[in-house]
């Protein structure tokens, strides 16, 4: 079991981190996320999270080249760290079998 | 091509100033790329707007630059890592360490003895509750001291019409020292007086009994916890009855509460406090003539503006009492006077507060004077630390941590010395209260580690900040070519800390030999009269005609020269401007007086010398109406033969018959004052029997048997009268002893720096002596090389030290007004005494230094 549980905001990002691969910057990340769930991300709380997840041991990042967009400055990729992704596909495995483990009947009911 | 717009400049400079360094860049990015597509997206007006937010919305604290700076160096490791290079030097140059530490232990030992009395006596009468409201009425008198007593018919006047006063107690004029009698054994105790609010008003613990109602019946008393162990073995004796003697008169009282034995704190101390109505009763005539016989203590009530109060006293007084023109009575804080006891005009001028004051100035000067030596010799050895410093600069130490460093270094030092003074300070504290002469009380709370920690780390800051400004601000490249030297200027600056050393020390020098010739003159001046082996006791329970039979009696008693009683105190007491006149005397003139009843023989017993005229004598038949007067007296009336003439006093006119040489009553602090003696009417309030200094204490014996014949109810309480001369001295003997030992701790220290400072001078230099040895200099040559560096700023200490202490001494001196004159010897003797002790510490390292074999400092280059 993990000691710290992640938020449903920070699960979308390390999706979007995993989705992205290697190009995963933070406007390109907040790009990803407003194109695949429509949903409007602020620069500032998604820098949170992704720190914050780094803190924690989710991420990893560096620091690209420097190109002559975005006034010369470079960018921050993150990426996932191997260990992490395992927890993710535990995590998302186990979600699956609660899934499966509805009666049909339930479902079709709603 | 056209500039595309940029995102607004402020906001821009708003972030990269709030956020952290280490985002800094990423996150700027970032918003450049989002403006720049909002720009096209959007339309410039919106994609500013949308920077605005996006900037805004950064601003949170998982963001934002940490508040204590970028770099998070562990700071735990650090401070470890410089006690380590702090411990590692310390054994490296132990001499250095030695002596610093030395120097502060020593620095701190003085300086903790003088805080905790300084603190006991700030703290003297603040015990009691409300002590800020707490007040006395005293009055002028004679223009410069204060009269403390007041009238208790004025006082109770002031109790009805100023609401403002919460409580009133009045007293007598003073402690008086009584007999209680039990069982008829009498004890010889301090007594006070006090109204029914005595213990409402102050303070004072009590053991049993309710402060409400102690005091309230007529002839109650209250007694302390030790007295009533001595006097019944146990405390359990409420309702038990005393007789109280004094003088004539005789009183039975009730015990009516004890209260514990009073703090040391306490500016008061007394065995027992009686119900005021016995005094009331007894001077009944006076007080009610208004006489200025007794205290008054106030408790004002909360917030009342003392001014104010005064004021309204002003006016009471001018109002009642418009014939006196003189200042009228005004309120003092009662805890206040301990410390403010001299007052000029109504405010408070000097007194012991003079003396606390010099016990804080000379403690922060020896602290001082220890500093320095650390400061002196970390700059000293500077020039070996240099490395060290170069390369941690290289590394990247930056200039804030290298002066951590070496403060770390120096209060580790003073917190190592702090601790060691601890112990001593405990080891010999009942020492240091012997040596004062006084108890003081210690009470360990918080401020007082607080006190304790502030004076440590102020030493170990103050100490250790010239160094570490002067030392971390080289310049690396410098250091590691080897091209930096130490300037004129730090050496200038090191000079100069000798010479302030030194000169501190200089000025305690003549301080202490000042004070001690001074002293001496003191003791030594002839008083005008004979005050050795002269003892002197009061009368209780005798009345004229036995004091007279005793008297007689007594002269018999083997190794008794003579026999006499005086009104008052052989030495200074009763002042009064009474009405004295005579002939041609202006009228505006208004001098005080001392003057008092004397029987026959006093003045031949005291050896008073006469000058004109003679003494009281039995040839004459009654001589009620006759005076002598002194020297002064007679230069004040102005005439060169004043036999004869009248002097009256009161209503009453007495004829000169003679005119003593002056003689100094009082201290001689004080002018002689004019003085007259009137013949008493057989009954005195002291006797005084002067005896042969042969057989002292069998003479002593054989006058107690005959005073217990005469007396058998009351011991026979004697004092030497030369050892009450030495009681007014008192304040003057604390001066003494204490620049006496300031100096003996301050000189050491000083010497222990120079001694430190020659040591490095002369290992830094010992290759340049080699090769002047090997060039053939002589031994000579050799020391005045290297003692060069010193006597310019001994010198130069000494002519500042002298003048300093000129002016502080001749302050000193200018409080007596017989005293020596400052000799040009007192100079010169410490002067040379400062000079042998520098020389001698110095020569001893240059002699290591010009007798080593050249080669051996030679020969490694």
Known sequence: ?110 | MKLSPKPPKLLLSFFRWFCHPDYLEDLEGDLFERFDQNLHDKGKNKAKWLFTLNVLQLFRPSLIKPLEGIKKLNPLGMLNHNLKVSIRNFKRYQTSFLINLIGLVVGLVASLFIYLWVNHEMRMDTFHEDSGQLYRLVSDAAGNETLLNSSPRFAGQLRSEIPEIQLMVNSSWGQLESILVLNREAYSLKGEFGSKDFFKLFSYPLLTGNAESLLVQPNSIVISESTAIKLFNSTDVIGQTLEWRWYSAVEKVTITGIYRDLPLTSSSQFDYVLSFNIFEQRFKERIERGNRNGRTFIKLAKGTSVEQVNAKIFEISRRDYPENTSRPPFLIGYSDYYLHNLYENGRPNGGRIALVQLFIAIGVLIILIACINFMNLSTARAALRTKEIGVRKVIGAHRRSLIYQYLTESCTLSFLAGIIAIVFVALLFPYFQQLIGQKISVEPDLNMIFVFLGIVSITGIVAGSYPALYLSGFNPLLILKGKLTTSNKDQWLRQGLVVFQFGASLVLIISVLVVYHQMKYVQNKSLGYKSDNILNFETVGMNAQKQQAFLSEVKNVPGVVKASGISHALFGAQKSSANITWEGKDPEQDIWFEWGYVDYDMLELLKIKLDKGRFFSREFGNENAKVVINKTTQKLIGVDNPIGLKLSVGDSSYEIIGVMSDFHFQSLHEQIKPTFFLLNNGWSMKLAISITAQNRHQCIQYIEEMYKKFNPENSFDYSFHDQEVQERYKNDEKVATLSKYASTLAIPISCLGLFGLVSFVAERRSKEMSIRKVLGASPSSLIGALSKDFTLPLSLSTIIGSLISIYLMSNWLAGFAYRIELEWWFFAFSIVLLFLFALLISTVQIIKTITTNPIDSIRDE
Not at chain 1, 64 to 81: D, L, M, P
Request: charged share 35%; aromatic share 8%; hydrophobic share 40%.
């Open chain 1, 1 to 110: 079991m993990e000691k710290y549980h992640l938020g449903e905001f920070e699960k979308v990002v390390m999706l979007t981190v995993a989705i992205l691969h290697r190009e995963a910057y933070g406007i390109a990340i907040i790009n990803e996320m407003e194109k695949r769930l429509n949903r409007k991300v602020s620069i500032g709380s998604l820098q949170t999270v992704l720190r914050r997840l780094e803190k924690k041991g989710y991420l990893e990042s560096e620091l690209g080249e420097a190109t002559k967009e975005r006034g010369g400055k470079r960018k921050r990729f993150f990426s996932f760290t191997i260990h992490r992704k395992r927890v993710l596909e535990e995590t998302k495995e186990q979600r699956l079998n609660l899934w499966q483990a509805i009666p049909k009947i339930a479902l079709h009911k709603a």
